[in-house]
């Protein structure tokens, strides 16, 4: 129920059978005054005269004057009531406005606190995917060096392979070379013997001669087979070096 559907000091009939005042605002107001309903009933001059029996004793004049000057005091108190009342009505509408304010600023207040949690929130978000982002590209990074530094190593390990190669054909060169070698001084020692013989065995040291002038013979073309070789196996090692490279 509304202040205005309750009975108030304005809606009130002031009647001494009456409804009596509920409005809380209205009692507040007498209150504050130190007034009661009663003190506002509005008597009719019997009324009055029943209620004030030390009026019946008075004269006619006085009776009318006391009844006047209750009439008088009756509407100066409701007068003073009725204003005390809007007082408390316009205080309380302010005060429902500041509390309509306080509210609505606290709402706001929310509103704002949950738009900086939510921004918050989006910009830790945002900070966490950069991060991600950068150690991703760390991890990329690492991945490439270890890549990088497996094909150092296998070129590295294709170049001690291929030097070790190489020094195995060279090697075997050099082996063939020593066997070539010692097989000219053999037949160097055998020239030498065959020379000594052909004082005695004229036609044997011909044909023998001859023998050995195709076996040298040979042997310097092998010679220069095996020198051809070796100098197209170092070209080809030079090829391999450079695409190595």
Known sequence: MSEEEKINLENATYKVNGKRINSPISLEAMKMLGLEEKDMYDLSFEQYLKRHFE??????????????????????????????????LNNDEKNQSKKKKKKTQEMENVKEENEQKENDQN????????????NENKENDQNENKENENKENEQNENKEEFYIEKDEREDELE?????????????????????????????????????DDDEAGAVKMQKEKLEKERERQETNLKLLIMNII
């Open 55 to 88: 009026a019946k004793t008075l004269d006619k004049e006085l009776q009318k004057e006391r009844y006047n000057h209750y009439k008088e005091t009756r509407e100066k108190l409701l007068n003073e009531a009725i204003q005390k009342r809007k007082e408390l």
């Open 123 to 134: 910009e830790n978000k945002e900070n966490e995917n950069k991060e991600n982002d950068q």
């Open 175 to 211: 082996r063939k070379n020593k066997t070539e070698e010692n097989r000219n001084e053999e037949n160097e020692m055998k020239n030498t013997n065959v020379s000594t013989q052909r004082q005695t065995k004229s036609n044997f040291k011909k044909k023998k001669k001859e023998e």
